[in-house]
T-cell receptor, first 109, second 115 residues
Framework: DAKTTQPPSMDCAEGRAANLPCNHSTISGNEYVYWYRQIHSQGPQYIIHGLKNNETNEMASLIITEDRKSSTLILPHATLRDTAVYYCIVRVVSGGLTFGKGITLSVRP | GAVVSQHPSWVICKSGTSVKIECRSLDFQATTMFWYRQFPKQSLMLMATSNEGSKATYEQGVEKDKFLINHASLTLSTLTVTSAHPEDSSFYIC???????????FGEGSRLTVL
């Protein structure tokens, strides 16, 4: 799997949008961008994934640049319960997940 | 989304004993299951990949005789930590690949403490 690079941490105010960046400059054509998050002492939770088009679901939006070398996960209205470690991972559909260090998002009241 | 269940969610055992952790896909068939280990304040580390009906593939540095993996059916994989020692204390997490789409779903994790 290609490596991803994420800042170690960021914070945002409750109710505001949280924009989490990820660089994946060596991504291959058949690799998807996946986002998972892990709240303390729980298993990772799937958030969203995409190949090249922007995606949106009930949890978040995923914006992938045209060259696919980077992406941004957007939580439109962050709540305190969104405080977690967020992992950006690139993966072929049939492959496993290789976790990096992720980005710790802290949502402040 | 699909549900993956792990049991037990936490276990405490004495040094030298063996502990079995189960990973079940509750509402789908899982062709492949993955086992991860996570130490405090660290990321998840892949231990092994198991495919139903075949031997597991272990990552470098993971002892296959110590961490026995059995994937006997499309809905169940087990991880047995044999002769556990305090350094095996960790958070063990499984994930299962949904047979239809290839999506990965994670269990809630099992916290092992070896005294």
């Amino acid at each position: 799997d290609a490596k991803t690079t994420q800042p170690p941490s960021m914070d945002c105010a409750e109710g505001r949008a949280a924009n989490l960046p990820c660089n994946h400059s060596t991504i291959s054509g058949n690799e998807y961008v996946y986002w998972y998050r892990q709240i303390h002492s729980q298993g990772p939770q799937y958030i969203i994934h995409g190949l090249k088009n922007n995606e949106t679901n009930e949890m978040a939006s995923l914006i992938i640049t045209e060259d696919r070398k980077s992406s941004t996960l957007i939580l439109p209205h962050a709540t305190l319960r969104d405080t977690a470690v967020y992992y950006c991972i690139v993966r072929v559909v049939s492959g496993g997940l290789t976790f990096g260090k992720g980005i710790t998002l802290s949502v402040r009241p | 989304g699909a549900v993956v269940s792990q049991h037990p969610s936490w276990v405490i055992c004495k040094s030298g004993t063996s502990v079995k952790i189960e990973c079940r896909s509750l509402d789908f068939q899982a062709t492949t299951m993955f086992w991860y280990r996570q130490f405090p304040k660290q990321s998840l580390m892949l231990m092994a990949t198991s495919n139903e009906g075949s031997k597991a593939t272990y990552e470098q540095g993971v002892e296959k005789d110590k961490f026995l993996i059995n994937h006997a059916s499309l809905t169940l994989s087990t991880l047995t930590v044999t002769s556990a020692h305090p350094e095996d204390s960790s958070f063990y997490i499984c994930s299962a690949t949904y047979r239809g789409t290839g999506e990965l779903f994670f269990g809630e994790g099992s916290r092992l403490t070896v005294l």
